[in-house]
């Protein structure tokens, strides 16, 4: 089959130049791949909410800049133009969209008698990323309209409910624009799931539109739904995201795009060697500071990290299940890990201070299980499960646990390290996830070279096995459902006691690296931008049938 190909792509999402969840790494590391098919043809666009300080991930060039100074004249909205700093630098447009907030009820106006979007029970962040999908609507319009773009043939791809009102813009002002939208989660999925209601098992009973007015998220519902509904082609990152579109916004994905790793970010041979100790000694070193004993070589490191989504993203099932290993015969000390960023005001003075060698590390911090100091502490899930669950983390404890709740940026003020640079240091990571769309967390550790436990609720578990798989394959797969949290608790403690006696042996070792660098390998960009090109061909083929009509 001979596919459409677009002469320009222009991409949108909440997270382009901004970090602050799985996205980012999705549209970051998908960069490279289209750069080099598209060159400077490719443009992300994203919000400008830099008030502060200037965003680290973007530098501004003067690309664009008579465009810019020109949108800015004719509608008072700022752009500011330049590159991302990522593998392959693509152009980027920052958008700054307050300037539309004096007219977002007529703007809500319009999208409900144009597209029954309903805004009137928004709340907290619909505004202001509504307002930010529109302005970037805008400045797609104006910048085909510039460059005389009309004739030719433009994609414009916007990510998440967040950017749906880019969607509606574009449909109404510039219907030759191409458009495609995906859901990365849906947000009656997501409310259902971190609410505790049973999600799988009745799957079939719910209905979208009843859900979300019941868990009082009816505006974003109602963008998210649209907006699948009025792309042109509409896409979702999982078999099981796709089962979830179409019953709760009563459409099926178009193409189904999984989510594939940019493996030119991985070090290799000396380099990979020196990062795995690198990434050693600052575990042990901080893992000392903050027990005030001294931790041994021996010691197997586990973590978890990802959004702070306690239930969805497994986080209350790896503290059960620490707390079973705990319980077992172990063939080395455990020290577990949660990378999880929370509400932080800083690393702990403490245990800095211990860091810098101001003080000796020959017993335990006041509070042992925290590395950054938490500003509700008390109202923590974390920490009350670590409580509650009777951890002490003494020397005599063969599982202790540490809570980093901060991001793994450099410059965190404990590890200073990025997060790729701490995660190769461990032995295993653990991903026990309830709604997990995807997966981008375990697919990175592999990548890393850490073998991982996850599930098949998880997207990309499910697409690694449809049937549960040891870790000793590289990747881990336990079968999940609503009502067996016990059973799973116990056969992943099960199963990292038993990877922590076979992963001794040398032969275990080089054949898991085997599989691991397969796995790797078989979920590369390269391989997988073939959905998005399939995508974008039908986002051309229904905009050109839209257009005969």
Known sequence: MDFLTPDYIFETSWEVCNKVGGIYAVLSTRARVLKEKFGE??????????????????SETSEFAEWAADFKVRTGIGVRTGRWQICGNPNVL???????????????????????????????????????????????????????????NVCAHFNEWMTAFGLFYLRIHCPYIATLFTTHATT?????????????DYMQGYFGDQMAEELNVQ?????EKAAAHVADCFTTVSGITDRECRQLLEKGADVVTPNGFEQSIVPSGSKKSAAVRAARKSLCRVTSA????????????????GRYEYKNKGIDLYLDMLARLRNMELESPVVACILVPAWSSGAREDLQHRLSGGAAANEPLANPFITHNLVEPDRDPVLSAIHGLSFNNMSQERVKVIFVPTYLDGHDGVFNMQYYDLLCGFDLTVFPSYYEPWGYTPMESVAFGVPTVTTDLSGFG?????????????????????????????????????????IKESKVRNRLKTKMRRVTESVSWKKFIEYY???????LGKRDDRLRR
């Open 41 to 58: 043809r490719l443009i992300f666009v994203g919000p400008d909410v830099w008030r502060e300080c200037d965003s680290p991930y973007f």
């Open 94 to 152: 920052l958008v700054d969209f307050t300037s539309l907030y004096e007219r977002k009820n007529s703007i809500y106006a319009d999208m409900w008698n144009c597209f029954g979007v309903d805004s009137l029970h928004a709340y907290g962040d619909y505004d202001e990323a509504s307002m930010f999908g529109y302005a970037a609507g805008m400045a797609i319009e104006a910048f085909c309209v510039y460059y005389k773009l009309e004739d030719r």
């Open 188 to 200: 009656v999925g997501r409310s259902i799931a971190g609410n505790g209601k049973p999600l799988y």
């Open 219 to 223: 505006s974003k519902h109602s963008a």
């Open 290 to 305: 903050l027990l005030g004993t001294e931790v041994c070589e021996r010691t197997f490191f586990i973590a978890i990290a």
């Open 462 to 502: 499910l697409w690694i096995s449809d049937k549960p798989c040891s870790v000793q394959e590289g990747v881990g797969v336990v079968h999940r459902t609503d009502s067996n949290y016990q059973d799973v608790s116990v056969a992943i403690a099960e199963e990292i006691r038993d990877f922590m006696v076979v």
């Open 533 to 539: 090109y399939r995508a974008y061909s039908v986002a």
